[in-house]
């Protein structure tokens, strides 16, 4: 008779943290790939024609990032990047909501699915990050040890009887030159 073992998938080891991690991975290739192939229909949407090559940059910012998210083995730093981005995005659809843009509604829906997601990505990073300080080893407390095997009482004196090696001494024919202080 055979027993399988039901081990679990890697999938099922992940943390909530690192789980909503891969999705913004996921979500950041997805959004870049939009980005890199519509440029026009965005801007146009936004209100920001004649920025299609910088929507276009910041699709492949936005693959870069999600590629680098899922092959992490530690996705925090790049989730803190999704979030530099965001910050980058909302000031760069802010230029969409002056008031000779026809297309302002467009920039302020935008500009809000860009806060959702960036708050997504802050609960990410934080839980991310509070996850590592709670999975670190803590620290052992060392103060009751002296550092001396039989104990730091026993050391006392020892250094009395203690004689240098044969090998360790000045030979015989630099001895007048060593007592005179050649430091």
């Given at each position: ?117 960036t708050a997504l990505d802050m609960v990410?990073?934080?839980?991310l990050t509070a996850q590592k300080h ?50």
């Amino acid at each position: 008779m055979t027993y399988v073992m039901n081990r679990p998938s890697r999938r099922d080891s992940r943390t909530p943290n690192e789980r909503l991690a891969r999705g913004l991975g996921w979500f950041s290739i997805a959004l870049g790939i939009a980005e890199l192939a519509m440029p026009r229909a965005i801007t146009r949407a936004v209100g920001l024609r004649g920025q299609e090559r910088l929507v276009q940059g910041y699709g492949a910012r936005e693959i870069a990032t999600g590629v680098a998210i899922l092959m992490s083995h530690d996705p925090t730093p790049w989730i803190y990047g999704r979030i530099g981005g965001d910050v980058l995005d909302l000031a760069t659809l802010a230029q969409g909501l002056g008031e000779d843009n026809p297309d302002r509604d467009g920039a302020v829906a935008a500009m809000l699915a860009v806060a959702g997601v960036t708050a997504l990505d802050m609960v990410c990073a934080g839980g991310l990050t509070a996850q590592k300080h709670v999975s670190e080893t803590p620290s052992v407390n060392y103060s009751d040890r002296s550092g001396f095997p039989r104990g730091l009482e026993a050391s006392r004196g020892a250094a009395r009887s203690f004689e240098v090696p044969r090998d360790f001494r000045t030979p015989a024919p630099l001895r007048p030159y060593a007592s005179a202080g050649m430091a």
